[in-house]
């Protein structure tokens, strides 16, 4: 069970229609073997019953309920900015995870002040020997991808940096956090967790993954990858995303071959007509950095901020 007072880590899981999920995953968090935390649940405009059902079953957890979908970047984002702790953990509802799963995570982050963020091995729920995640690579032309998916666990190896940390189970330093921004909320969902890597990392912050840390995912316990909504906001953020952080080349490449992926997704009016409506303010983050890294310190050498963009958000104020 968490411990009372003021917590080091604050824990926020984000829940949508999820109360099938609930009693496996708050569970699995009330019995870690490091309770120096608090949970917040966002609730997202359940009618399943969640929030009434977490509210008798799980008094300790602090609830947020929204009365419309928010999305998972300013659901997150909501929770973020009233929790406490100086670690802020994001976690989604439809995972298990192991009894030193936050444990092995504030470890990490406690071991150099210069780690920024840090992510779980993230595993198939239904064929635990399976690797859903092991970070985040971002290839040479600016494209996410899981890294060793669907390898065997065996095969995650040691702790290293990573391109980015999925927000599935990941843990943020408040500091950092304070530097760089939140999650981008006109993302809506869908590569927002890679977006806020890409700023940390290009303002010298180490993003990390730990393979002792240990989560077992369903995936898509929302939203379907494949579903409208997911390619919708999937097309439309991989181009902003890049637009915001990525390299002259990543850009233009992104340009030319988004009309290829995610079902073509990007030609269609509802999607376009929000790319567009979207990229003067991606353009105008990208910009920002020029301004901004010339009066900040930042933890990372001169030849790591040498190329640097860096969007300026909203802030988290300590409690």
Known sequence: MPLPGTPRVSIVVLNWNGIRFLDECLTSVKDQSFNDFELILVDNGSHDGSVDYVNRKYPWVRIISNAVNQGFARGTNQGISEAAGSYLVTLNNDTRVEQDWLLELVKTMDADNAIGACQSLVLFYDDPELIYNAGIDISRTGYPRNRDFSKKRASAGRAGPVSAACACSAIYRREALNQVGLFDESFWSYHEDVDLSWRLRRAGWKILFTPTSVVYHHGSGSTSYLSPLALHHSAKNLLLMNVKNGSVPQVVWQ???????????????????????????????????KNWASTTHFPGTASELSHLDVAVTTKVESS
């Open 255 to 289: 340009f030319l071959t988004i009309a290829f992926r995610y079902r073509r997704y990007i030609l269609k009016p509802p999607c376009a007509r929000e790319t567009m409506k979207l990229l003067p303010q991606a353009l105008a983050a990208r910009r920002s950095i």
